[in-house]
């Protein structure tokens, strides 16, 4: 309010100064013509009087009127002038009015931003008292930040510390456990070799009895002992007692229970530190009781990497002990109730195909009698660690002599179990299992593996593809990109063995075995041309275990006693098995070219020429590369 008042008193001086300056000029003005006409009337009236005067005075008078007019004309001018004068000061009075008034204008806009500018100040000060009121209170909490931090980190180097010295505390535990283990391992090492031993001493304590016995009655004894169990030959396995398969199964829980079966249950358990699957056979069943010792006998003899290996036997609960494979069956894969994290691949499920058959084959191929598993389903094909499949619950009661195989106990034993979409309609027709019998489910699986689908009905859906062109449409997407030529010739093979009269099967050879694993072979690796024999190659004409063939037997009869030894299969293309030098410098399969020569021959297969001599050398660097190719192949 002090400012705008002196403000205004300023204005109100200055413009009553302005008004007295221009009133100032115009009395000046006036005062100056009312002079000049006080001066002029006297002369003017001396001119006059003078006139009626004498001449000199009339001269007189006359130079004064002319001084007078110029003087007049010099006032007259002098008056204009200040008039204009007048004038120009008026223009530039208000001139400067309009000025003064701009810069009035102009001094109340900058009043305004004054005021302002106070405003925004006061606000900026009010912040800033604010922002230190902030930055007093970040920098306490800070302090209090880097406190905490500071304490922290003492804990944590102690916690270091403490983990440090529980690190080495740990590391001596393990060491100590490390040791105790193989303490612990040379103990169990060292009951096995008891056992073993004991059981070697019992074997000769019954040689012996059943020796004696042959001397006092000179005849081929008969063990038999009243409970009416039929005693036959030791062989090589580990008798546990009934008290460790009660420790092992927590005395036959329920909770350890895998399979309740008929004539069986089976359980997990835990034997010398090692997971076994135990088999318990119904006591009180007569047939499961001769099952029980047949398979315990047979058995014990059949070596094979695709069957389930017996570990032991317990003569006191009728168990038989056997390797425990984490991945379960086949059947679990296929719903899916495994461990396993991604469906089996096409490749695995290939070499599955040919390890079963491998195996069917070993089985087919014992002596004297052949054995046929008869309840062959993906329940009873279990998968190892590396997903290579083993054969298991086989039921060696198939032994027995052609007339109990037409025994009505027999059969009826047979077809419980039997599972309906696998087994043979001839089978189950008239009872009587044969080879052909598990090559039908073995074509069924086959399908199954192929296609991912149910078995019933199976072989019709994929008959119908394969005559549409097809197949592809129906192969199961889980197990990746399907070779097709090879998904054919497998649908075909599984097809061909899935056929209902069980003569249009085909049989099952090391031929078909060789076959089937050479499905892998070109997709994973190719043979070597060098491997393979120029004869075979020129004639296409195969024979049996020509070239080392994926199961390769050797079966002799001691005392009626089946040996038999299986020697592991590989995937091959006829590659060569004795490789031998010709004199024409070329190498032959050793076979192959003794019977080119003996069919009297005595040219190179090669070039046509006559050989030098017949003679053959065996060429080992070759046949050593070879064997190398196959171990890195598998």
Known sequence: ?????????????????????????????????????????????????????????NK????????????????????????????????????????????????????NRLKMLEAACAHEIKLREELEVLIRTTKREQEQLSEQRDKA?????????????????????????????????????????????????????????????????C????????????????????????????????DFSDSFKIVQGGSCCVYKGEILGKTVVIKKLQAHDLQGQKEFQEEVHVLSKLKHPHLVTLIGMCPEAWSLVYEYLPNGSLQDQFIQRTNTPLPLSWKVRMRIVAEVCSALLFLHSSKPESIIHGDLKPENIYLDPELHSKIGD??????????????????????????????????????????????????????????????????TEVRRAILGGKL???????????????????????LSCSEANARERPELTPEVVRELEQLLVPVERPVPP?????????????????ALTPATLFVTSWLHQTHVIFLPSVAVQEIMHDPVVAA?????????????????????????????????????????????WLCRSR
């Open 153 to 217: 980190m003492k804990d944590l180097q102690d916690a270091m510390r403490a983990i440090s010295v529980t690190e080495n505390h740990i590391q001596e535990v393990e060491h100590h456990e490390e040791k105790v283990a193989r303490e612990l391992k040379c103990v169990e090492a060292s009951i096995v070799n008891l056992k073993v031993e004991r059981h070697k001493i019992r074997r000769g304590r019954e040689e012996a009895a059943c020796q004696q016995e042959l001397w006092k009655h």
């Open 530 to 546: 060098f491997f393979l024999c120029p004869i075979r190659q020129v004639s296409k004409k195969r024979k049996p275990f020509c």
């Open 394 to 459: 086989i039921v060696v009661c198939r032994l027995v002599p052609e007339a109990t195989l037409r025994c009505p106990s027999f059969r009826q034993n047979n077809e419980q179990a039997g599972a309906f979409p696998y087994t043979d309609p001839e089978y189950q027709r008239t009872g009587k299992p044969t080879a052909k019998s598990d090559i039908y489910s073995i074509g069924i699986i086959v399908l199954q593996l192929l296609t991912g689908r149910p078995p019933v009905g199976l072989a």
């Open 60 to 111: 007189l008078s006359l130079e004064m009127s002319s001084k007078e007019e110029q003087m007049f004309s010099i006032l007259h001018n002098q008056l204009r002038e200040a008039k204009e004068e007048r004038e120009k000061s008026r223009k530039e009075a208000s001139a400067e009015l309009m000025k003064r008034k701009t810069v009035e204008s102009g001094f109340a806009d900058a009043i």
């Open 584 to 628: 024409d410098g070329f190498t032959y399969e050793g076979e192959a070219l003794r019977g080119w020569l003996q069919k009297g021959r005595e040219t190179s297969p090669m070039t046509n020429l006559k050989l030098d001599h017949l003679n053959l050398t065996s060429n080992h660097a070759l046949r050593f590369a070879i064997q190398d």
């Open 219 to 250: 005849s081929p004894p008969v063990p038999s002992s009243s409970d009416g169990f039929v005693r036959f030959a030791p062989f090589d396995l580990i008798e546990f007692s009934l008290s460790e398969l009660q420790s092992a199964t927590c």
């Open 1 to 57: 309010m002090t400012t705008d008042n002196l403000s205004r008193g300023e204005k109100t001086g200055i413009i009553g100064q302005e008004q007295r300056e221009i009133a100032l000029s115009s009395t000046s003005a006036s005062c100056f013509l009312d002079r000049m006409n006080e001066t002029t009337s006297p002369n003017l009236s001396t001119s006059t009087t003078a006139a009626s005067g004498s001449p000199a005075e």
């Open 472 to 494: 592809s449409s129906i192969l199961d997407p889980t197990a990746g990109q399907w070779p097709l030529p090879s998904a054919v010739k497998l649908a075909e093979f599984g």
